[in-house]
T-cell receptor, first 114, second 115 residues
Framework: EPEVTQTPSHQVTQMGQEVILRCVPISNHLYFYWYRQILGQKVEFLVSFYNNEISEKSEIFDDQFSVERPDGSNFTLKIRSTKLEDSAMYFC????????????FGQGTRLTVV | KQEVTQIPAALSVPEGENLVLNCSFTDSAIYNLQWFRQDPGKGLTSLLLIQSSQREQTSGRLNASLDKSSGRSTLYIAASQPGDSATYLCAVPSGEGFGNEKLTFGTGTRLTIIP
């Protein structure tokens, strides 16, 4: 069964360092998303991406964040200068256009900023 | 702004019992509603997607209902098993477009099935 794949599963980084979280969406999906979940809190939307551009972003998604689809398969989230409060589980999701509109999520990357 | 609430926040039931989880949303203009399962420290597994035109959707021992006009959905789990222990989340897209809008999640119900 097709699935969304995220790497790494866990990343520890020092405050101020740049991190790149990677995702491989399901191959025929064209809508891509990043969400995050701070421990004990709701899953919250960060950004959506379609047709090689950002279609919507939340207030959380400030200038420290960027997304990219560098090739036909990967979708990345970059945090330029990590803060302690960026520690969270980050989820990538993808959705098929014109299909069931069911969103499929990856297993997440747990980011710990120390 | 869409808000999604799930009650109860936590539920413990003996194995074998049937149970109902509740989800309510403030803006009834939704394209669909999705139920997810989340195991501790893990990702989100889609359980059921129910379209706005549907009233029910079933998968195995799971049955989801949707009452769009009243802003409510329920997830019914029949004959519960210890393996059903997890957090259950509901989520709705932010508008009535094509269902590709961002999802707004509830806070979840943490379910524990007691053997």
């Amino acid at each position: 069964e097709p699935e969304v794949t995220q790497t790494p599963s866990h990343q520890v980084t020092q405050m101020g360092q740049e991190v790149i979280l990677r995702c491989v969406p399901i191959s025929n999906h064209l809508y891509f998303y990043w969400y995050r979940q701070i421990l004990g809190q709701k899953v919250e939307f960060l950004v959506s991406f379609y047709n090689n551009e950002i279609s919507e972003k939340s207030e959380i998604f400030d200038d420290q964040f960027s997304v990219e689809r560098p090739d036909g398969s990967n979708f990345t989230l970059k945090i330029r200068s990590t803060k302690l409060e960026d520690s969270a589980m980050y989820f990538c999701a993808s959705l098929e256009v014109g299909g069931s509109t069911e969103a499929f999520f990856g297993q997440g990357t747990r980011l710990t900023v120390v | 702004k869409q808000e999604v609430t799930q009650i109860p926040a936590a539920l413990s039931v003996p194995e074998g019992e049937n149970l109902v989880l509740n989800c309510s949303f403030t803006d009834s203009a939704i394209y669909n509603l999705q139920w997810f399962r989340q195991d501790p420290g893990k990702g989100l597994t889609s359980l059921l997607l129910i379209q706005s035109s549907q009233r029910e959707q079933t998968s195995g021992r799971l049955n989801a209902s949707l009452d769009k006009s009243s802003g409510r959905s329920t997830l019914y789990i029949a004959a519960s098993q210890p393996g059903d222990s997890a957090t259950y989340l509901c989520a709705v897209p932010s508008g009535e477009g094509f269902g590709n809008e961002k999802l707004t999640f509830g806070t979840g119900t943490r379910l524990t099935i007691i053997p």
